[in-house]
């Protein structure tokens, strides 16, 4: 099983990234997947979740509006654009799979808002 996030980096307050997640060796389409941060001395947080087929998505009130997450199930990628960063968006961003008690963590992809 493989999650590998990508798209991270460094932007200025106001800018955007979209952040992919490529998944393989599960069964994707049955997963409901999900964007998780974590900042230097904080607790990991739920960003966002999408299910598995994407009719139902949730966030996280501090990203409501600004982030949208998606996926394209044929490409088993999960996406996280996020637009009008700020600098308390500044984190590791983590793909996350889960159905039922199975679950999958990616690596990570750094994240950094700064001007």
């Known amino acids: 099983v493989h999650l590998v996030e990508s798209g991270g980096g460094l932007v200025q307050p106001g800018g955007s990234l979209r952040l992919s997640c490529a998944a393989s060796?599960?069964?994707?389409?049955?997963?409901?997947m999900r964007w998780y941060r974590q900042a230097p001395g904080k607790e990991r947080e739920l960003v966002a979740s999408?299910?598995?087929?994407?009719?139902?998505?949730n966030y996280a009130d501090s990203v409501k509006g600004r982030f949208t997450i998606s996926r394209v199930n044929g490409k088993t990628t999960v996406y996280l654009q996020m637009n009008s960063l700020k600098p308390e968006d500044t984190a590791v961003y983590y793909c996350?799979?889960?159905?039922?008690?199975?679950?999958?963590w990616g690596q990570g992809t750094q994240v950094t808002v700064h001007s």
């Open positions: 999408i299910s598995s087929v994407g009719e139902f998505t």
């Open positions: 060796g599960f069964d994707f389409s049955s997963y409901d």
């Open positions: 996350h799979a889960r159905r039922y008690f199975y679950e999958y």
